[in-house]
C-alpha cells in the first residue's frame, strides 16, 4: 500500500511496466534515495534504480524510473 500521493505520468507507467518496477520499490525509492535536482526535477536514485519527478505541494509527479546502469 502506498503512502504517498503518486501519480505516473502515461511514460512513466509504461516504463514500470516494461521494466518490472513494482509500486513499493517506487515509494522506497522516492522516500530513501539520493537526491539531485536537474531542470527542475528531483531523480532520486536508490539501490539499481533512479526515479526522475516532480514535487507539486504533497503530490510526487513521476516522469519516468530507469536502471542506474
Do not use: C, P
Not at 513494482?22 to 533512479?50: F, H, M, P, V
Amino acid at each position: 500500500m502506498l503512502l504517498l500521493k503518486i501519480k505516473l505520468t502515461k511514460h512513466a507507467e509504461d516504463q514500470m511496466i516494461n521494466r518490472g518496477f513494482s509500486e513499493n520499490e517506487l515509494e522506497e525509492g522516492i522516500k530513501r534515495g539520493e537526491k539531485t535536482r536537474q531542470d527542475g526535477k528531483i531523480i532520486s536514485a536508490y539501490k539499481y534504480y533512479k526515479i526522475v519527478y516532480k514535487k507539486v505541494g504533497e503530490t510526487y509527479y513521476i516522469i519516468t524510473i530507469m536502471y542506474r546502469w
